[in-house]
């Protein structure tokens, strides 16, 4: 029997809303890991913002590749782990990128209120892209 999910579970699990554990290569160090809110589209790239001058968006500026894995907090245990290159580091749009993301965790008032709160916060971000190249799945629901 085996846990590992098709490419339209998998797809399907990425897409819906958790938060991701994203792994970034540090040299001479084990990589920085760090949870992070994303954006998936199946079949596309999956997209966050972080700001340029933060640890995270200094070492993603020199990384090629990236991984990260999202998974379920409650039994059946499911997850997605994701590896593949760096597609884009560009300047991130308050409503094109960040207000999106921002809503898909909290909600449309939850997330208009968090931009409120930390707009100045925002000046320096950029649009991160990860193409998913390497997939890794587990889904224990399809045990006995």
Do not use: N
Request: hydrophobic share 40%; proline share 8%; aromatic share 8%.
């Amino acid at each position: 029997m085996s846990f590992t999910m098709t490419k339209q579970e998998r797809e399907a699990f990425l897409a819906a809303v958790h938060v991701g554990v994203l792994a970034v290569p540090e040299p001479g160090r084990g990589p920085l890991t760090v949870p992070v809110w994303y954006a998936y589209d199946p079949g596309g790239d999956l997209r966050f913002v972080t700001a340029r001058g933060s640890r995270k968006g200094r070492l993603i500026a020199q990384a090629a590749r990236l991984s990260l894995c999202a998974q379920t907090e409650t039994p059946p245990y499911k997850y997605a782990s994701v590896e593949g290159a760096v597609v884009g580091r560009d300047a991130a749009d308050l409503e094109r990128d960040l207000r999106p993301i921002a809503r898909r965790y909290l909600g449309p008032q939850g997330g208009d209120e968090y931009i409120a709160r930390t707009r100045s916060e925002h000046g320096d971000d950029m649009l991160v892209r990860l193409r998913p190249e390497r997939w890794l799945t587990v889904d224990f629901a399809k045990g006995p």
